[in-house]
């Protein structure tokens, strides 16, 4: 009737510390690096399933949001949460392989959810996401190229930086988002800078 979730310390490999959530859950979609707000998959016997942004003891923040996802939907690897926790971003993977993913939407402040767009609609995989008032940040990569788009949740628009003249303040906007990342492909090792969306070759 309760979730436990284990805090461990990426220094030492130890358990750091539990969390005993007052709520049951069964599945953490997201939980950003230094925030006391989570999404998370809520737990019980239904036959949809529920979602809700919580807070570190479990405690539910604004409206549980019920889905027209059965409950056992393979949920995808990337996801996100706002600072406020009053939206998130989560993926469900639509084929057996996890190749093709739908991206949706949930807003605690309302309790609702829909469907953003589809992996189809980006150039290439989705790597991390960062939502904010400005909207979606997103980083993709295809083999040796990486790119940033932003999608406009009250829009429905995407739009890729760099392309059509479009560019963006990431550090800005995005504050929590790094400086910059890195890949590895079959070919080679790269630095992408999200601030100036430039890619640099490290090593063969």
Same mark, same amino acid.
């Given at each position: 009737k309760k979730s436990e979730v284990l805090l461990i310390s990426a220094d030492s490999g130890k358990l750091d510390r539990s969390l005993t959530l007052n709520t049951p859950?069964? $599945?953490?979609?997201?939980?950003?690096?230094g925030?006391?707000?989570?999404?998370?998959? !809520?737990?019980?016997?239904?036959?949809?399933?529920? /979602?809700?942004?919580? #807070?570190g003891a479990g405690e539910p923040v604004g409206k549980e949001i019920a889905t027209d996802l059965p409950k056992d939907t393979r949920f995808g690897p990337v996801a996100a949460v706002d600072a406020a926790g009053n939206t998130f971003v989560f993926s469900v993977i639509e084929?057996?392989?996890? +190749? $093709?993913? +739908?991206?949706?939407?949930? *807003?605690?402040? #309302?309790g609702t959810v829909k469907r953003a767009f589809g992996s189809e609609e !980006?150039?290439? $995989?989705?790597?991390?996401?960062?939502?904010?008032?400005?909207?979606? /940040?997103?980083?993709?990569?295809? $083999?040796?190229?990486?790119?940033?788009?932003?999608? *406009?949740?009250? #829009?429905?628009?995407?739009?890729q930086v760099g392309k059509a003249g479009f560019t963006t303040d990431v550090k800005k906007n995005w504050p929590d988002a790094p400086a910059d990342m890195m890949f590895v492909s079959y070919t080679a090792g790269y630095r992408y800078d999200l601030g100036t969306n430039k890619t640099k070759r490290l090593f063969e």
């Open positions: 859950v069964a $599945r953490i979609l997201a939980w950003p690096a925030s006391d707000k989570f999404a998370a998959v !809520l737990a019980g016997e239904t036959v949809k399933a529920k /979602l809700a942004v919580m #807070t084929d057996e392989i996890g +190749s $093709r993913l +739908s991206y949706y939407m949930a *807003d605690a402040k #309302t !980006l150039p290439g $995989r989705i790597e991390r996401l960062w939502l904010s008032a400005a909207g979606l /940040l997103i980083v993709t990569s295809k $083999r040796d190229a990486f790119h940033e788009v932003v999608y *406009d949740p009250a #829009t429905g628009k995407m739009n």
